[in-house]
């Protein structure tokens, strides 16, 4: 059988089977691009603020079965610098607003702002003067390489005008910094950690401790963008003992959680909705449900971000495991085309084969017709009749030999006793030549 005539016969069976190998190599495709079950997240020194962060990151993905492992670092330069790295393994971590170059930014996605994350400034209590003038000769840190701390406290110093006035500038983690402070070995220390970390929390309280404000938080704020003034209220810490003794204002950027782009976005889902639980609540310096947002301050949002702050979750995430929903919305991504080609091609398909049968018994009533015709006008074109006779004959075993569906035999049937009809017609009107 030749391959045309295969294709005629077997052609409905050809347009399943080439379908059904369609749908299958789409599945394979999106079996492989199913979302990871382990993540990388940058956060920062183990007990420190963005680290206790990652910590609950990691129990709340563990709940979709999802492992997230926390790489130390010095702080958000250096998970920066993770990020970039598409050899590190890291795909997550959170970043203070204000250190990313804008040609870094097109690697990298954020999932929006998650907190504030204020620079404090902390010092001997028994150490005078305001502002700069507190710091000339001071022994102070400023946090380590790779930290934000540093990053925006070298910024401020250099804005300031005060670098080398130091009596020497330390690169302390801010829980050492702290203990060095609390110990009198350090006179300033400056840290970013938003107002829940232990550190700050243990600082404020101390007698021996005293916070300092920016008197140029306006002018600072004007100069960079990416900074806010919050204020930590009179009395906050100790309404009692009125700590602090004045409303203190601090110069604060905010934190965001950055991706990615090359993050699955069901993990980015998962994330955001993480992000919801842990950073919903209130702070002294933000109502509830104030974080995360949908602000991007150096990296702009994903697509998936864009969405959640807007509708939420994905409609299937509440019925669903994550990787379960994940797959039923690639399925229904692909479906949607394929049944938009499938269905009108199964409503018309029928309708073809239809019209390509009849065709072939419709074209042989044609040649019949012609020889119909031939023989009323035998006497005026005095045409051999033996002639027509023999293509009677072929026409007649042309229709034997068509195959044909079983739904179609009674159009060949018909056929053949037309042809028949058509030769007694001729062995009537002209019995000397129809012999």
């Not at 504030?116 to 000339?136: A, N």
């Not at 390489?145 to 983690?173: C, N, Y």
């Not at 806010?228 to 009125?242: A, C, E």
Request: overall charge neutral; hydrophobic content about 45%; charged content about 20%.
């Amino acid at each position: 059988m030749s391959a045309r005539e295969f294709l005629r016969h077997y052609w409905h069976a050809i347009t399943i089977a080439v379908t059904a190998v369609a749908i299958a190599c789409a599945a394979i495709i999106m079996l492989s691009t199913l979302p990871p079950r382990l993540i990388v997240m940058a956060t920062g020194p183990e007990g420190d603020a963005y680290h206790e962060i990652g910590e609950r990151y990691r129990a709340e993905l563990a709940r979709a079965n999802v492992e997230v492992r926390l790489v130390p670092t010095a702080g958000s330069v250096e998970n920066l610098a993770r990020l970039l790295n598409p050899h590190s393994g890291v795909s997550v971590a959170l970043v203070e607003g204000g250190i990313v170059p804008p040609q870094d930014a097109s690697a990298l996605e954020s999932l929006g702002v998650v907190f504030y994350e204020p620079l404090w400034w902390f010092h001997k209590r028994e150490i005078e003067g305001v502002g700069v003038d507190g710091l000339r000769g001071r022994k102070i840190s400023i946090g380590p390489e790779g930290s934000g701390t540093r990053a925006l406290s070298l910024q401020v110093i250099r804005r300031s005008g005060m670098e080398g006035q130091f009596g020497q500038v330390l690169a302390l983690p801010s829980r050492v910094a702290g203990d060095q402070l609390l110990a009198g070995e350090i006179d300033v220390a400056f840290m970013m950690a938003p107002w829940e970390s232990p550190v700050v929390q243990q600082l404020l309280t101390d007698e021996r401790i005293a916070i300092s404000g920016f008197p140029h938080a306006g002018a600072l704020v004007a100069l960079y963008p990416f900074l806010n003034q919050v204020v930590v209220p009179r009395g906050v810490t100790d309404i009692l003992n009125d700590r602090p003794p004045s409303d203190v204002t601090v110069i604060a950027t905010k934190a965001s959680l950055l991706v990615r782009k090359d993050l699955h976005p069901a993990i980015q889902y998962l994330l955001l909705n993480a992000a919801a639980k842990i950073h919903s609540g209130p702070s002294i310096f933000n109502r509830p449900n104030a974080f995360p947002a949908a602000e991007a301050i150096d990296i702009p949002l994903s697509d998936e971000a864009v969405r959640f702050y807007k509708s939420g979750m994905p409609f299937l995430n509440d019925y669903f495991p994550f990787w379960m929903a994940a797959l039923f919305g690639k399925l229904i991504i692909l479906l949607i085309p394929i049944l938009g080609v499938l269905y009108p091609m199964m409503r018309f398909l029928p309708r073809l084969y239809d019209w390509m049968m009849r065709s072939k018994v419709l074209r042989m009533y044609g040649e019949l017709r012609l020889l119909e015709d031939e023989i009323k006008d035998i006497r005026s074109t005095g045409r051999d009749t033996h002639e027509i006779i023999a293509q009677l004959d072929r026409l007649k075993q042309q229709a034997n030999h068509l195959r044909m569906p079983v739904t179609y035999a009674s159009m060949l049937y018909s056929m053949r006793e037309h042809i028949d009809l058509v030769r007694e017609d001729l062995k009537q009107h002209h019995p000397g030549k129809g012999g």
